[in-house]
């Protein structure tokens, strides 16, 4: 898994796991776990970190355009024939 993604799976409260020997390798996500409120945050992070990317690479429309789209998918009030 990338390190960034990670990263953000780790603060989303997503559980890694360790060097167990009986675990897949560390790491790795834990599913056994109910991660319902966990994948909200983590989406939200992820969309945060495109939007920041945009704001930081980008020309003055494709920052305000791109940057209200992910922001407006963040919140649930994106138009689905975007």
């Known amino acids: 898994m990338n390190e960034r993604f990670k990263e953000l799976a780790e603060k989303a409260g997503f559980v890694l796991w360790g060097d167990e020997a009986w675990?897949?390798?560390k790491g790795n996500v834990d599913w056994s776990c109910d991660y319902g409120d966990a994948l909200v945050q983590y989406t939200d992070l992820v969309i945060q970190m495109c939007a920041d990317h945009i704001m930081e690479s980008s020309d003055r429309?494709?920052?305000e355009h791109f940057a209200n789209?992910?922001?407006e998918l963040k919140h649930g009030?994106?138009?689905e024939e975007v």
């Open 69 to 71: 789209k992910l922001m």
């Open 77 to 79: 009030t994106i138009n």
């Open 61 to 63: 429309y494709r920052k």
């Open 23 to 25: 675990g897949p390798g």
